[in-house]
């Protein structure tokens, strides 16, 4: 069981890579470790362990897989079914976080191969740019927004309002490639399929805690939404907290670390209190372009050192997510778990165009909101 769960973490090779960016910029910088609690965003690192437990308790009652089975049977093209999975995708982000509803998506999509024959590899990218789209909706549809909407101050509903413009123009829009993209063609489905079963009882618990937990987020007591999840899925299923991938919770808690570290670099700590100087034009260009090398979560910690989380940031961050690969952690796990090598050079085919897109009607939609 020991090694069931620090597998995880042996493995994650992204953690890895933070692990060792944070030694090799201690080098440099005062080496203060009693100081580290103090840089982490404790309110993002609830959310997410809170989201992570009740996303498995879903995953684990087996509850999509046979919803999305029985679905797709009413599909009868492949631009249909195409158009079906990535708008699901892009509603399940908007509750489950983006790198969840992945979890959910990608693995059913790889299923539907062997039921339908359709093109993973394209279907599989086009479902990674939609979680993206689709998350940036509500405070709770990625980390970085998370983070965002615990400094913000405003009430869900409030923030939701803000990316509306954004998300409807970004996810109707690939609903609009969609349709250009994938082939009116006919799908025919296997006779034989394997019989799946479900569990009622822990989808039941499942939907009651998350409704639990979303109450305690909006009157700012989630620490106590936390420990009633943890305790109820241990008293209706143990192995949901067994099952989870915690290794992902301590990528987030290392990035905190990282950037606090990196701040204070000297190069940096001379350089980086100009941002709060910057036009609007340029906050928005280094939010997006900052995102593109160092992923939108992190980009988002550094920048709310110096700026306002404002409606500005959430548009630049969020939209950073599209174009080159480590724009969103969303976009590494999506590919990975294709299996497929040609996908990475392909998936910026498509997430490039997308990203001067979004940054085109991003910042129309800003200036009308003046």
Known sequence: MLMHVLRPFLRDRFLHLLVIIG???????PFTPAQWPQAIDWHT??????????????ELSGYFDVLGRRMVKGFASE???????????????????????????????ITLKKLCGIP???????????????????????????????????????????MLPLAAVLVISLMVLCGFFFPAKPLRYQAREQQHHWQPRLVWASLVLYLVFL??????????????????????????????????????IVMFIDVHLLIQLPILRENLPGVAQL??????LLAVGLSQFISNVPSTILLLNYVQPSTLLAFAVNIGGFGLLPGSLANLIALRMAGDRRIWWRF????LPLLAWGMLMGWGILWLMR
């Not at 195409?82 to 982000?93: D, R, T």
């Not at 940036?136 to 923030?159: D, E, M, V």
């Open 23 to 29: 030694v090799a910029v201690s080098f440099f910088v």
């Open 45 to 58: 690192i609830i959310t997410l362990s809170g989201l992570m437990m009740l996303t498995k308790g879903v």
């Open 79 to 109: 631009r249909q079914l195409a158009m079906f999975m990535v708008f699901g995708a892009a509603l399940l982000s908007t509750f489950l976080t983006n790198d969840v509803a992945l979890f959910i998506v990608v693995p059913l999509t």
């Open 120 to 162: 993973v590899t394209r279907l599989i990218i086009f479902e990674a740019l939609a979680v993206n789209a689709g998350s940036l909706l509500t405070p709770i549809g990625n980390p970085q927004n998370i983070l965002l909407w615990g400094r913000s101050g405003l009430s869900f509903a409030a923030f939701i309002w803000q």
């Open 215 to 252: 109450a305690a987020l909006e009157f700012h007591v989630e620490h106590w939404g936390l420990l009633l999840v943890a305790a109820g899925f241990l008293l209706v299923a143990r192995n949901v907290l067994l099952s989870i991938d915690w290794s992902l919770l301590l990528v987030f």
């Open 279 to 284: 036009s609007s034009g340029g906050l928005f």
């Open 348 to 351: 910026h085919v498509w997430s």
